[in-house]
């Protein structure tokens, strides 16, 4: 289970929306991190034609040999920018997502590179996952040169979004920036404590598990019991019980 080295491939992603007049989300600007070149890649929708369009075209341009197996990572991907991603993404290749409960946790995209007949991946995933607090929290907690800035994302509607244009964008890349360094100092963290990588690990349960394996289970064994011992003593576990009693006075 010990990786080689504590190498961590990956993007982070961040993306805007307003409401329309029919209550929809509608995504208007989109950024995607590469801290190693410190390159940001930035849509707007007023150079576009659609949203669709849009996300289109930030996807392409993360879909090169470059960035074969890189982790792309959003915060909250899974109950928000996953949501608006999953078509998006099935449209551009093939997708492959980890549902559980109604939760996205991964999705694990393969793609043809325009300049070649070969397919490639990316891995989106929700650092929230493996981080659950808000990402101004996170920042100031991991002490990032970058912390979350402080736009007003509701004050931008249909009619006034291509007017924050330099604003959003500072707003959207500094989110990105800030996910970055917070998910390399964890990852940093985590492998200087367990020798644990954080990148084939989505959520902090498996991280989790994963630590048990590598550092204190004995003999490489997990007892494991299925059938009709594990369907009896399932039985046996109930969640909790609540009831109140609203009195009411007899009227005779």
């Excluded at 002490?143 to 244009?165: I, R």
Aim: aromatic content about 16%.
């Amino acid at each position: 289970i010990k990786p080689k080295n504590n190498k961590f491939n990956f993007l982070t992603l961040d993306i805007e929306t307003y409401l329309d007049n029919n209550n929809y989300q509608i995504p208007y600007c989109i950024c995607i991190y590469d801290g190693v070149s410190n390159e940001v890649f930035k849509f707007y929708l007023d150079e576009f034609t659609s949203s669709d369009e849009m996300l289109i075209k930030a996807i392409n341009s993360i879909c090169i040999r470059k960035y074969h197996n890189y982790n792309v990572y959003a915060h909250n991907f899974s109950n928000f920018d996953g949501i608006l991603l999953m078509r998006i993404l099935n449209k551009i290749g093939t997708i492959n997502p980890t549902i559980k409960d109604g939760w996205i946790i991964s999705i694990n995209f393969s793609f043809k590179s325009n300049n070649s007949n070969n397919f490639y991946t990316l891995k989106f995933c929700d650092s929230i996952l493996l981080l659950q607090s808000s990402l101004r929290k996170l920042a100031k907690s991991f002490n990032t040169n970058t912390q979350k800035g402080n736009f007003d994302t509701l004050k931008v509607d249909e009619s006034n979004y291509k007017l924050f244009k330099e604003e959003v964008y500072d707003y959207c890349i500094a989110d990105c920036k800030s996910l970055y360094e917070i998910l390399l100092k964890f990852n940093h963290l985590i492998y200087e404590n367990f020798n644990i990588n954080i990148k084939n690990y989505p959520t902090i349960p498996s991280l989790t598990f994963a630590n048990f394996r590598t550092s204190f289970l004995r003999n490489n064994e997990i007892a494991q019991i299925s059938g009709k011992i594990y369907d009896d003593i399932k039985k046996s576990y109930t969640g909790g019980k609540t009831e109140m009693y609203i009195p009411i006075s007899n009227p005779d």
